[in-house]
């Protein structure tokens, strides 16, 4: 019962959201940790494609289940791995499009930090709906109106 409230609505979409905003969230703090490093190449991952796959997987589960129940069926690509329990592992790739500096760093402060913006905005958005959700069970469960 518990993996099927876990797995119903909008959790599962939720979660992988979640889960790969934490894990872009370290690789941009990584790339603002770099940005006067010479030579530093700013990596990031495919944010449309992560969509993309995201939106082909809850198709998949609508076609299936009728949108409401059943995990997720997300598989792997070059740039993300998912493992047990949520976890996700990024390989990034560099992909700034930003002219080489003089120090050969390709770092683009205003770029990264809107990144870093839309990313925490994404992750701040994942985290309240997934907390709202939580609380929502919470008092069905404990049979409080």
Do not use: C
């Amino acid at each position: 019962m518990i993996s099927d409230l876990a797995n119903s609505g909008a959790m599962p979409v939720l979660q992988e959201v979640f889960s790969f905003a934490g894990a872009r969230q370290r690789l941009l703090a990584h790339n603002i940790a770099n940005i006067q490093t010479p030579g530093f190449r700013s990596l990031d991952v495919s944010v449309r494609q992560f969509r993309d796959d995201l939106a082909r997987a809850v198709a998949a589960r609508r076609g299936s289940t009728g949108g409401q129940q059943g995990e997720l069926e997300l598989d792997d690509t070059d740039e993300i791995e998912r493992g047990p329990e949520g976890f996700m592992r990024l390989t990034p790739v560099t992909r700034s499009g930003a002219p080489t500096l003089n120090s050969g760093n390709d770092s683009d402060v205003e770029r990264l930090m809107q990144r870093l913006t839309e990313n925490t905005m994404a992750f701040r958005l994942a985290s309240d709906l997934i907390r709202r959700e939580n609380q929502l069970l919470h008092t069905a469960i404990s049979q409080r109106v």
